[in-house]
């Protein structure tokens, strides 16, 4: 049955209990040697630590199915965002409203923006290549280079054959399990106030400043979500998720999950009849970096604490009786950004001009978003509705504030949110932060001031 009511377009499926299936998959998406890590930002792909993979699940009612499905990739951007969609729609049967894509967003792992690859390779054979090369500069001239699509396509024959082999093993599922645990040790926000009473936004991924390392934890959201799916009182699958930048050491080229892998592989061993799933929350403000220096050794204390909190999570389990699948689907209305340094033309003049190989990828991406913007298209913002719980996926490096928001509005639900959807806009900041002038918008933010209502507005529309 579908509705249609405020904007929204509503799936509600209302099946007796036997009437539901669930199907688990897990894609091997790890990249070639070679290939660019987090959009030519860091090393390309010198070595593999550990693939990487698409973990996920299929649920079926009775109506059309929904996908869920985590990457442990960078991000997805783009028309690989709807490509993919579109994919893994038609190879079960559903629409690609249904399909909830979300990246980790580990970084020695890809960016998949096609257009900004292409826009690349445009502007080598128009000439300004040639022009570029010819600067009067020390620097070496590198070919810029985003993502190979090629790979992408390759990933996506290799999903649609996974699932096909997926649907012949599909279950019949009774209950739906929630259930969340305090972290302690691991999300800390970037902003942070210093001694003196000033406001910093300079607490990283790895940071090893001591007066940013002994600031408080500032604003997260210090529970892991665990949301589980059972055929009678066996677990078939379940969805972790926790609201933190997943990196520790990276940037050398060698390709693996971070902590936030090892932790969901730790628990996988432990309950091996389960597939275990990893998904990170809105977390574009939030890092390990009070916890972390980049270390091996922070790297494992960060793993352990982790997996301890979704173990957690899934002892305190409460299972309930899978009545109800809804689907709701609001749509969210983000322009692109026009402020200095970030215009249209600005963003060409850098992909012509620009010295280093990543100051070409930047503004490529920052212009694949903006040609999207221009022929109209709105980001989907789906959420799936078990009754007494909602998953919802939210787009790209959106700030913890958003989650915090959406639950703030179901309080007496489990609102589980998993955050780096389509990630086309890049950092979706609140307007706190372009206030206090946060560094981190100095660049991979393709959205301007005044997101945080456009966001607000979608969140609110689609859970309430």
Not at 137 to 148: F, Y
Not at 217 to 243: N, T
Request: glycine fraction near 8%; aromatic fraction near 8%.
């Amino acid at each position: 049955m579908i509705r249609a009511f405020l904007g929204l377009m509503v799936w509600v499926s209302v099946v007796p209990l036997q009437g539901f299936e669930l199907a688990t998959f897990s894609v091997d998406v790890t990249p070639p040697i070679g290939h660019p890590c987090m959009g030519g930002g860091i090393s390309p792909v010198r070595s593999v630590r550990e693939p990487l993979m698409a973990r996920g699940f299929v649920l079926w009612g009775e109506e059309l199915p929904s996908v869920v499905v985590s990457f442990d990739w960078c991000e997805i951007r783009g028309t690989a965002f709807d490509d993919w969609r579109e994919a893994m729609a038609e190879a079960v049967g559903s629409v690609p409203e249904r399909v909830m894509i979300s990246c980790t967003h580990v970084h020695d792992a890809p960016v998949m923006d096609p257009e900004a690859e292409y826009l690349l390779r445009e502007t080598e054979r128009s000439g300004a290549w040639r022009d570029l090369a010819a600067v009067d500069s020390k620097d070496k001239i590198q070919m810029a280079s985003v993502c190979w699509p090629d790979f992408n396509r390759l990933c996506i024959q290799r999903a649609r054959l996974t699932l096909a082999e997926a649907l012949k093993r599909k279950v019949t599922v009774t209950h739906y399990g929630i259930g969340k645990a305090r972290v302690e040790g691991i999300a800390s926000n970037r902003r942070f106030i210093k001694p003196d009473g000033t406001v910093s936004y300079g607490r990283m991924s790895r940071c090893t400043d001591q007066v940013a390392r002994a600031a408080a934890d500032g604003e997260i959201d210090p529970f892991v979500r665990a949301l589980s799916f059972w055929a009678g009182d066996k677990m078939v699958c379940a969805l972790h998720s926790y609201a933190t930048h997943p990196m520790s050491s990276y940037g050398e080229g060698a390709v693996n999950a971070d902590f936030v892998g090892a932790a969901r592989d730790l628990v996988q061993r432990e309950h091996p009849e389960a597939l275990q799933i990893y998904a990170s929350g809105c977390s574009g403000n939030v890092t390990a970096g009070k916890y972390n220096d980049g270390s091996e050794r922070a790297r494992d204390e960060l793993t352990q604490r982790l997996a301890s909190g979704m173990k957690a999570a899934l002892a305190a389990t409460e299972r309930r009786e899978l009545r109800v699948t809804g689907h709701r689907l609001a749509k969210i209305p983000l322009g692109a950004r026009r402020t200095i340094g970030f215009t249209e033309e600005e963003l060409r003049y850098r992909l012509k001009h620009e010295v280093r190989a990543y100051g070409r990828a930047e503004p490529a991406m920052g212009l694949s978003w903006y040609e999207r913007v221009k022929r109209g298209h709105k980001i989907d913002l789906p959420m799936l509705d078990l009754g007494g719980a909602q998953l919802l996926l939210l787009p790209a490096e959106s700030y913890v504030e958003y989650q915090l928001f959406a639950q703030g509005l179901r309080p007496e639900s489990f609102v589980m949110v998993m955050g780096y959807g389509e990630c086309g806009p890049g950092y979706i900041p609140v307007e706190r932060a372009w206030k206090e002038r946060d560094t981190n918008l100095h660049d991979w933010t393709w959205v301007g001031p005044g997101s945080q209502a456009i966001m607000e507005k979608a969140i609110r529309e689609v859970l309430k």
